[in-house]
């Protein structure tokens, strides 16, 4: 029940196109919902977050789109660029865990 | 405001050692939480501190123990280092910890041979 599944496990997308990354988890005391993304030799950065009272939260060219029902949320990045090549965590929490739980992370690379 | 803070960036120890990291947080946030970063296991957590307490605890060996001062900053330590203790050991600080944005430091990488 603690377990956040994220696919694909890496992504090739050409520049100007739309990287999308899934998640799914279990536990529906989960109600926060981020997304990390990580450079090599570096921490994960806080890209974006969301809680189950929206279904969208957009902030530049990133997007979570987020399913209650289906205990699912993903990651849209629009008119990808080199520079987003990088390592994507999800992850979930919840107000009482004291923790968070992540996926195992995708790997993006964006071709010039 | 001064980010999250972790030293040393780089570690190599001998196997049956001990080390200990440090993790200064951002300024105002309580809860500070340890992160072990590999390749096979991805981030897994190892507990979290709020205002000098230990709230959670993931499921590693009592080899690894923590602690938070009253300013805040954070302290892990691994006691008999084996191989597989090799990782990136991340912090992350967050105003109240789970369900709440958390702030990652660079990371102490640490080596052990």
């Known amino acids: 029940q603690q377990q956040v599944k994220q696919s694909p496990q890496s992504l090739i997308v050409q520049k100007g196109g739309i990287s999308i990354i899934n998640c799914a988890y279990e536990?529906?005391?989960?109600?926060?919902f981020p997304w990390y993304q990580q450079f090599p030799g570096k921490g994960p950065a806080l890209l974006i977050a969301i809680r189950p009272d929206v279904s969208e939260k957009k902030e530049g060219r990133f997007t979570i789109s987020f399913n209650k029902s289906a205990k699912q949320f993903s990651l849209h990045i629009m008119d990808s660029q080199p520079g987003d090549s990088a390592t994507y965590f999800c992850a979930a929490s919840g107000s009482g865990t004291y923790k968070y739980i992540f996926g195992t992370g995708t790997r993006l690379k964006v071709l010039a | 405001k001064a980010g999250v803070t972790q030293t040393p960036r780089y570690l190599i120890k001998t196997r049956g050692q001990q080390v200990t990291l440090s993790c200064s947080p951002i300024s105002g946030h309580r809860s500070v939480s340890w992160y072990q970063q590999t390749p096979g296991q991805g981030l897994q957590f190892l507990f979290e501190?709020?205002?000098?307490?230990?709230?959670n605890k993931g499921n590693f060996p009592g080899r690894f123990s923590g602690r938070q001062f009253s300013n805040s900053r954070s302290e892990m330590n691994v006691s008999t280092l084996e191989l597989g203790d090799s990782a990136l050991y991340l912090c992350a600080s967050s105003p109240q910890g789970g369900g709440t944005e958390a702030f990652f430091g660079q990371g102490t990488r640490l080596t052990v041979v």
């Open positions: 501190y709020f205002s000098e307490t230990q709230r």
């Open positions: 536990n529906t005391a989960f109600d926060y």
